[in-house]
DNA sequence: TATTGTTATACTCTATAACTATA
DNA sequence: TATAGTTATAGAGTATAACAATA
């Protein structure tokens, strides 16, 4: 109520008061996946190859033949941006649509023998990448991280 | 090697394989990211606030008096794109920005009273947004959740 | 010379609706 | 009628460079 109470409008030492906001588990996990965003895009500048992008690449390793809504569903993409997503792998010889005759709405997806030859590549980099965080918290921390990021994710 | 090989493209029972995919911590971190985010526009959607929104109140509220490039270095946004934003949440008479007369380049943050009264109503918001998450993993699960995304964020 | 804030721009990501061809 | 994929579009979020005013 004071004159001085609005002269003192900060108590600013070294930096901002940032209050319970580090505490919130949006901004932790929004934080947290910026750094390690980071680190990707620095690892897989020179394959040109972005988080979303891998995980397409991945899945479709593991599930050639899978369809595009059944890639885009687990990966939680819309079936509107996959297609536009696709294509760039696709013209960079990747990966490959092929009819399926069974139903001829859809498209079935694979790897190039290229894309399998990059896979080798992209998933040695993802070890290194995953290696600079374990080493941050350890092999136990990073288990139990899965853990409660999971519990997080798949509520009611 | 042979025809039947080609055949059985994919074990798919249910979904598809995803591998080791769920157990990177960048794509864990999205995701929970993501089921987070989810959750506070659903309850912020009334208010019409996002999270960087937020973020931005709230820290002006704790540190009012605050420089543009202080609160948006804090939080992690380019300067260049924080003006714009703040002219959003200005435009509703939720802030303002007050010359400094120690220094003609910088602008002071403020709260209004329309927006601090609207901070009663939105931290609120945040605590039961917050509530929701704590009780999927305990409170012992969220210290443990907030010291393993601090060593993450925080490295080398 | 360096810094604060602004403007312009561009690229990615995400979200929605409407369309086609098949089923 | 419903589904697979496409197209168009729009809104956020993010990044860089250049500029005017001030330090």
Redesign the interface.
């Known amino acids: 109520m004071t004159k001085s109470a609005d002269t003192k409008?900060?108590d600013?030492d070294d930096?901002?008061?940032?209050?319970p906001?580090?505490?919130?588990?949006?901004?932790?996990?929004?934080?947290?996946?910026?750094?390690?965003?980071e680190d990707?895009h620095a690892r897989f500048a020179d394959e040109d190859i972005r988080?979303a992008q891998y995980?397409v690449l991945?899945?479709i390793a593991?599930?050639?033949?899978?369809r595009q809504t059944?890639?885009s569903a687990?990966l939680?993409i819309q079936r509107s941006n996959f297609g536009p997503m696709f294509d760039a792998l696709e013209q960079r010889g990747l990966v490959e649509r092929r009819p399926l005759e069974a139903d001829r709405r859809s498209l079935?997806l694979y790897l190039t023998a290229s894309g399998e030859a990059a896979m080798v590549r992209l998933d040695a980099l993802?070890e290194a990448?995953?290696a600079?965080?374990?080493k941050?918290?350890g092999l136990q921390?990073?288990v139990?991280?899965?853990t409660?990021?999971?519990?997080?994710?798949s509520?009611e």
């Open positions: 409008v900060k600013r930096g901002l008061d940032m209050g906001l580090p505490n919130l588990m949006g901004y932790l996990t929004r934080r947290a996946q910026m750094a390690i965003f990707f988080p995980s991945k899945l593991l599930n050639p033949g899978a059944e890639v687990a939680g079935a993802v990448h995953e600079k965080f374990v941050r918290i921390g990073k139990t991280l899965q409660l990021l999971f519990l997080l994710t509520g």
